[in-house]
């Protein structure tokens, strides 16, 4: 049972992300729901690699014990870089938004179809 | 006469170079605009032929292994590892390497270009620097063996595509283009992430050709898949989820239109790779294939009635663009759904697959045309609205030649490539479903009257009075088109010898799952 | 939009410490947690710290926009030449030649449990630097960028 939180946690992060992205109209709302996704799926990696007991996995301790596994804490790391230039991107994006259109609710940035 | 050394590393190398050259492209626009020309162009031909040498190579030599970090480069599986491949590792295989020839033509082509469009525009040096990025992505996801790597490329093509699909911010409009396009992927990116925490919480494994060896086809494996299905279809622009293509399609400079074609087409090439190198005979082939072939068909009619009444020239492209993914997918999806049935795979699979397979370059290079010559009526018109336009071609020859060429091409007339790689298509899907094959002609009739119409409203009539002083196209904008008309026309007269010495390998490639497994692992 | 004085004062008391913290983890990314990535945040946060206490104008005397562009463009070719290094060798690309060479971060790894060596682990400790400076330099001009454009929108 105690195993599985992590897993419940990932699940509920994800549905408040896309909910938050499906149902807020302000745009920076919807670009906090896609960094929370981005969490859940973090989170996810994480406890991929999680062995009972295991220790940190740094070298120059060198237990004789279990360690977790570093891979997924290695990819977790490239997915949290890309999500900082993703999250960056998105939010300078919203900055011209607002510039050019004075809001930034999803409703008023139409004007492509016209 | 290459050099050993570069055929050797060309595979670190093609990726190495144009990333060097974007990360320098600031430094040397501070000295002169010129200069900076001359050192794009240069690194995008410099990556071309590296590129060029490697397909080369493989189609010669075999599939090509290349381990990053590794002691030499063919040691898949370093000693004390147990036997898992565990460092990032490029796989160019057949297919791969005819990504890299399409990447390689049209980049070039496309540079050429663009170096003469986008000479009158500001904030260069991130142009150049964004557009290599994205060769850079393009030229990493379609060589990649390794699935995180290839996430990796992925996103690094994504971010690259959306500054660049925002690059002219045009009012805002641009950047609303770019948002949805960049949304998109971001969550496409991510289902990806999560289909690949479950391979590796599955097989303690990040090597394709590792995960395939060890593939069950369990519950979470079909997750995964639907995950993947959904986010690379998502990117190809397949139909329930092409409603970026048209925005970001017509908002993003016409060079980086071109581009963005390739880029989906390396989506299209990681959603193959996946479904038959990963999964290959394991999945339930009939299901799966025919889910593909429905994305197809939906690509193929929704995409063509929505061309029929737009008005925006580049719109209507985009629209014909998800109609054409749709033939790829169809192609396809046809060689995947009798996959394991080798009595059908001999007697129409093959030929499916080769047919599609064929389709992804040729829709590269003419819809990629299309697009470089709707930008050059832009640059020399200032509109896409086709209602406006008329009598160009009294002034614009050589574009409208080039015109005639791309639309001629994509409704599948012939000498042009579109005809061949169709005519192979309906050929086998008529044998596994004749419906579908009259589906997809009645398309291709669809295509020709949207064109002809695009034809008539841009070039034909008397030459209206507000285009009088409109002049050709510069040259080496023009040079840049007549690249890719080039190659379209030669594919079309010579489709023989392409499809024996490119396509064929690459279909045999996509479809033996062993040979990609054992080139990692050996023996097996 | 310039903050108090308190603010400022221990902005600029915590500045070189934030700074010399970032440089750390850097330094060590190859012994304990941390590494370029993590140790270039850090030093970013001194940027936004900086970029918070005081206002633009001030901050755009402080923290060149150039600088920043340079340090992200070195930071990068340092990473790519530590790779392009091992083809010289001929080794495949990102070979880690230097490790157990005797030269720069060229020491064997001590078995066991230590306090580690600074000395070992070849490339890695140099693509780490690579990689805090590329950090350093790229989200500070993220910042800077943002908060000019924000500056543009109130005048």
Not at chain 2, 461 to 484: H, N, R, S, T, Y
């Amino acid at each position: 049972m105690f195993w599985n939180l992590p897993l419940i946690a990932v699940v509920a992060l994800t549905i408040i992300a896309l909910a938050t992205i499906v149902f807020k109209k302000n745009l920076i709302k919807v670009f906090l729901g896609i960094v929370i996704l981005e969490s859940a799926v973090n989170l996810f990696l994480i406890s991929l690699g999680y062995r009972e007991g295991g220790i940190a996995p740094i070298y120059t301790n060198a237990p004789s014990s279990a360690m977790v596994l570093p891979t997924p804490q290695a990819l977790t790391l490239t997915s949290i870089v890309i999500g900082v230039a993703t999250s960056a991107l998105l939010l300078s994006f919203a900055i011209i938004i607002w510039k050019k259109y004075g809001s930034i609710d999803i409703e008023m940035i139409r004007r492509l179809k016209e | 006469m290459i050099p050993q050394f570069i055929v050797e590393n060309s595979p670190a190398l093609m990726v190495i170079v144009p990333l060097v050259a974007a990360f320098i492209t600031p430094f040397i626009g501070r000295i002169s605009s010129g200069i900076r020309s001359i050192w794009v162009g240069g690194a995008m031909a410099v990556t071309s032929a590296i590129t060029l040498i490697l397909a080369f190579d493989v189609y010669s030599a075999g599939t090509r292994l290349y381990v990053f970090g590794a002691r030499a480069a063919s040691a898949a599986i370093p000693p004390d590892s147990g036997g898992i491949p565990i460092r990032i590792i490029f796989e160019v295989d057949p297919m791969s390497a005819l990504m890299l020839v399409i990447t390689a033509i049209s980049g070039f082509a496309i540079i050429l270009y663009s170096l003469s469009s986008e000479r009158s525009h500001t904030g260069l040096e991130s142009y150049y620097t964004l557009f290599l990025l994205m060769i850079t992505g393009i030229l990493g996801m379609v060589s990649t063996g390794d699935i995180f790597n290839f996430f990796v490329f992925l996103e690094i093509l994504s971010l690259a595509s959306a500054g660049l699909i925002a690059y002219r911010i045009d009012g805002g409009v641009a950047v609303e283009a770019a948002l949805k396009y960049f949304v998109l992927s971001t969550i496409g990116a991510l289902a990806i992430l999560v289909a690949i925490g479950i391979y590796y919480g599955e097989y303690n494994a990040l090597n394709m050709a590792m995960i395939a060896s060890r593939m069950q086809f369990s519950l979470l494996d079909q997750v995964a898949l639907v995950l993947i299905i959904a986010a690379l279809a998502m990117k190809c622009g397949a139909v329930p989820m092409h409603f970026w293509t048209p925005d970001a399609y017509s908002m993003a400079p016409s060079s980086i239109t071109a581009l963005l074609v390739v880029a989906s087409q390396a989506s299209l090439y990681g959603l193959f790779r996946i479904v038959f190198s990963l999964y290959s005979v394991t999945l339930n082939a009939v299901m799966v294939g025919w889910l593909i072939i429905i994305l197809g068909v939906l690509s193929m009619v929704v995409g063509v009635t929505m061309a029929i009444p737009q008005k925006n020239v580049k719109r209507l492209m985009a629209y014909h663009a998800v109609s054409q993914t749709g033939y790829m997918l169809l192609g396809v999806g046809v060689g995947l759904a009798v996959l394991g049935n080798q009595p059908l795979l001999d007697a129409f699979g093959y030929l499916a697959m080769e047919g599609g397979i064929f389709h992804i370059i040729n829709h590269a290079m003419y819809k990629g045309l299309l697009f470089l010559t709707a930008g050059a009526i832009f640059l020399r018109v200032g509109t896409y609205n086709l209602n406006k336009m008329g009598g160009l071609g009294h002034s614009m020859k050589w574009t409208m030649v080039f015109f005639i060429i791309g639309a001629l091409a994509i409704a599948g007339i012939p000498p042009f490539n579109g005809f061949a790689s169709k005519l192979m298509i309906y050929e086998s899907v008529f044998m596994f479903n004749p419906v579908l094959a009259v589906i997809a002609m009645v398309v291709s009739i669809l295509t020709l009257a949207s064109f002809v119409k695009v034809f008539h409203s841009i070039f034909m009539g008397p030459k209206l009075p507000e285009f009088a002083d409109v002049k050709e196209a510069p040259l080496a904008m023009l040079l840049g088109m007549g690249i890719l008309a080039l190659v379209v026309v030669l594919f079309g007269l010579f489709p023989g010898i392409v499809v024996e010495n490119l396509i064929t390998p690459a279909a045999h490639a996509l479809v033996d799952q062993g040979a990609y497994i054992s080139t990692v692992l050996g023996g097996a | 939009m310039r903050m108090s004085k308190i603010v400022r004062t221990g902005a600029n008391l915590l500045y070189p410490f934030i700074l010399i913290f970032g440089l750390y983890v850097i330094m060590h990314g190859h012994l304990t947690p941390g590494g370029g990535f993590q140790g270039g945040a850090v030093v970013a946060t001194a940027a936004a710290l900086v970029i918070v206490a005081y206002s633009y104008d001030e901050v755009a005397g402080m923290l060149k926009k150039t600088a920043m562009k340079a340090r992200e463009s070195i930071g990068l070719l340092l990473f790519i030449g530590a790779g392009i290094a091992a083809l010289v060798v001929g080794a495949p690309f990102f070979y880690n030649f230097l490790a157990n060479s005797g030269l720069l971060f060229g020491m064997p790894v001590i078995p066991g449990p230590n306090p580690g060596d600074l000395n070992t682990a070849g490339v890695i400790p140099i693509m780490n630097i690579a990689v805090g400076i590329e950090v350093w330099g790229g989200l500070a001009i993220i910042l800077l960028y943002m908060l000019s454009g924000i500056r543009k929108e109130e005048s």
